[in-house]
């Protein structure tokens, strides 16, 4: 059975009530070091710590005889749980937590572009679960090799390297999703 599914990106009325500690992710918008707002962890060895993520909501609708579905996937930033120590952060190292949250859009734009590409048999939102799972453990891991491979923000060139990647990577997805709305 071949189920229908309408991808909304960032649909604000679909996500209601969006706590105003939460920060929705939108091309163009930079974030700041006023978005950082939790209490610095003061033994870590971080300057600066971004806490993003991918939410998703399952709405069930019915049609006729047949069960639609639509799915609203969107990239988070906590404010709550990011933080910074202030004598410590500049311009740069605010770059490379900005690049944390687009990395953080990226994944969500790939989960978008995934469930658009399935044919989910049996329990869709089981099937959601899965593939949600999959695609942030996949992010999580680039994450990591994000601030491996830049130094936390201090190899400069490499910097611009992912910088690069993750934008042209984005827009591609971006516009790929754009096309299937």
């Not at 990239?75 to 770059?95: G, M």
């Not at 490379?96 to 953080?104: A, G």
Request: hydrophobic fraction near 40%.
């Amino acid at each position: 059975m071949k189920l229908l599914f309408f991808i909304l990106c960032l649909l604000y009325a679909s996500v209601q009530d969006v706590p105003k500690e939460i920060i929705l992710w939108e091309a163009g918008q930079k974030l700041s070091w006023a978005d950082f707002k939790g209490r610095p962890v003061v033994d870590s060895r971080a300057v600066a710590v971004t806490s993003s993520g991918i939410g998703y909501k399952l709405i069930t609708r019915k049609e006729s005889d047949d069960r639609k579905y639509d799915v609203v996937v969107f990239a988070y930033f906590s404010t709550r749980d990011s933080w910074y120590k202030s004598r410590y952060v500049n311009n740069a190292i605010l770059a490379h937590e900005q690049l944390h949250f687009d990395i953080t859009a990226l994944y969500a734009q790939k989960l978008i572009h995934e469930i658009s590409e399935l044919n989910f048999e049996g329990d869709v939102g089981e099937g959601l679960e899965t593939l949600y799972h999959h695609v942030t453990k996949e992010m999580d891991s680039v994450q990591k090799i994000y601030d491996k491979q830049t130094e936390a923000s201090v190899n400069e060139s490499a910097q611009v390297i992912w910088r690069q990647k993750i934008n042209d990577q984005l827009t591609a997805y971006l516009k790929l999703n754009e096309v299937r709305k």
